[in-house]
């Protein structure tokens, strides 16, 4: 692809006197410069290296035009856009808003993603409903974000409405400040209000400040449209792919089912029970090479961390092993927490290595995971119905929805092991990755730095 792109711009080149182009430079330097924020809907570092939408889209991007990433986060949102418009940066991919503003000062490329901006508020507060319910209120927001503009335009329907621009909080910060009770709103996107609700489960939608926004890369304004033109070419690609559905699935599908209660006990025992097993966990994961939280995150959705604990089909432990799988991988005693704990490590390990090598994470790990619950033939029977599809039966988001389909005759028939209660298995995995997502965050919030902008994160994402 790099070469069929850098030929066209070359014969480009001969034929106008113009200087060359910004796909050029792009090319001809080997390195695709990009600003972004971290946040679990941009970027962020996990276990294994770099993670996000954002990331994983504009990783793709730099793929397709076989030059090197390098990223740069940003500890300030208001500095994302002058990063491109002062030529620091090539691309910003932070989740930015299309607004009218933005756009006389940048490009925007294809938009990817549709969201609502709405007015949050704590659970038990009272919804707001209209925008004079924020009068007398303790409105805050991002300086530079696109809800400033948003809220802007309220204040002229109604001048006694007040907000405050916070010069360096970020949505989590801000977010937690109306979880507890530190300011009454915030306005915030759908696609963030719906990951940070299974992080702070308090917080709730109000009216929508807006709706039908959508989400786009922004590109410098420049005499030539080359990027923006290799950019649409990228989106039009993944988009009759899959792949953008598939990015869009793996960060934001696990998020629509919520539950208020269940997740301010999993937060309360994270920071009571957890404690006394942690290095349990950590130890265990250490041997198979894994994130001691996904194990965690599986301990608590089988057993809510109690050693004792018994299912009326006998399983026990934390992490609720069978007799029969306990003797197979050399566990005798499964309210033991230590043999528990490793035993259940090596069992997710074991169903991970049985899997075949072009399933690969993270949707290796959601397949293990659906194993661990529902049994590996279950699984496989389910891979069958998506490959008569015509599907990637490689694809968490394809095989999720043919699980669904081995409670139901018409479907079953057709597989070697007959019914089999899928829904509890698409659910296990979508609680367990919810549980390690706050995991996640909270040790993130424990941990936190404030990056440096000036840190840039080198990312080489093609040998070419």
């Not at 530079?144 to 329907?157: D, F």
């Not at 269940?262 to 097993?277: E, I, Q, S, V, W």
């Not at 029969?324 to 490590?345: E, K, M, W, Y």
Request: overall charge neutral.
């Amino acid at each position: 692809m790099r070469a069929f792109l850098v030929a066209c711009v070359t014969a480009a080149l001969t034929t106008c006197s113009q200087p060359p182009s910004l796909l050029d430079e792009i090319l001809t330097t080997g390195a695709l410069r990009v600003v972004t924020t971290v946040s679990p809907t941009t970027y962020y570092l996990g276990p294994n290296g770099p993670l996000g939408p954002e990331y994983e889209l504009i990783r793709g991007f730099a793929d397709y035009l076989g030059v090197e990433l390098q990223m740069a986060s940003l500890d300030r949102f208001a500095d994302v856009l002058p990063s491109v418009v002062n030529g620091r940066a090539h691309v910003a991919a932070a989740g930015l808003t299309v607004t009218d503003e933005r756009a006389r000062r940048v490009v925007f490329g294809p938009r990817y993603q549709q969201v609502n901006q709405s007015l949050v508020y704590k659970f038990g507060h009272g919804k707001p409903r209209e925008v004079t319910d924020l009068v007398g209120r303790r409105v805050e927001v991002g300086v530079g974000t696109s809800y400033v503009e948003r809220l802007s335009r309220l204040q002229e329907r109604e001048p006694r409405v007040v907000f405050t621009e916070h010069p360096r909080a970020d949505e989590a910060e801000l977010l937690l400040a109306v979880a507890d009770g530190t300011i009454d709103y915030t306005v915030a996107d759908s696609n963030v209000i719906a990951i940070y609700r299974n992080l702070a489960p308090e917080i709730r939608r109000g009216f929508d400040v807006a709706t039908g926004d959508t989400l786009a890369w922004a590109l410098p304004q420049r005499y030539d449209p080359t990027l923006q033109h290799a950019v649409e070419r990228y989106f039009e690609e993944i988009r009759t792919n899959g792949q953008l559905n598939r990015i869009m699935d793996r960060y934001y599908g696990h998020t629509k089912r919520f539950d208020y209660v269940g997740t301010r006990r999993f937060m309360r025992d994270a920071r009571n029970k957890l404690p006394r097993y942690r290095e349990l966990f950590e130890n265990a994961a250490a041997n198979i090479d894994t994130d001691w939280r996904l194990l965690a995150a599986i301990g608590y959705q089988e057993s809510h961390w109690d050693p004792e604990a018994v299912s009326p089909t006998g399983v026990k432990g934390i992490m609720m092993l069978t007799k029969l799988t306990a003797s197979v991988i050399g566990v005798d005693d499964r309210v033991d927490p230590a043999q528990s704990i490793v035993g259940g490590a090596y069992y997710l390990d074991r169903l991970k290595r049985r899997l075949p090598a072009d399933i690969k994470d993270p949707d290796r790990t959601w397949f293990a995971l659906a194993a661990y619950n529902i049994g590996y033939e279950h699984v496989r029977d389910a891979r069958k119905l998506t490959r008569e599809e015509g599907l990637d039966d490689t694809l968490w988001v394809h095989v999720r929805d043919n699980l669904n389909k081995l409670a139901q005759r018409r479907w079953y028939e057709r597989t070697k092991n007959g019914f089999a209660p899928g829904w509890d298995a698409v659910r296990y995995v979508e609680n367990v990755r919810n549980y390690y997502d706050i995991l996640r965050w909270l040790n993130w919030q424990d941990q936190r730095k404030s990056p440096d902008p000036d840190d840039t994160i080198t990312l080489v994402s093609n040998d070419a």
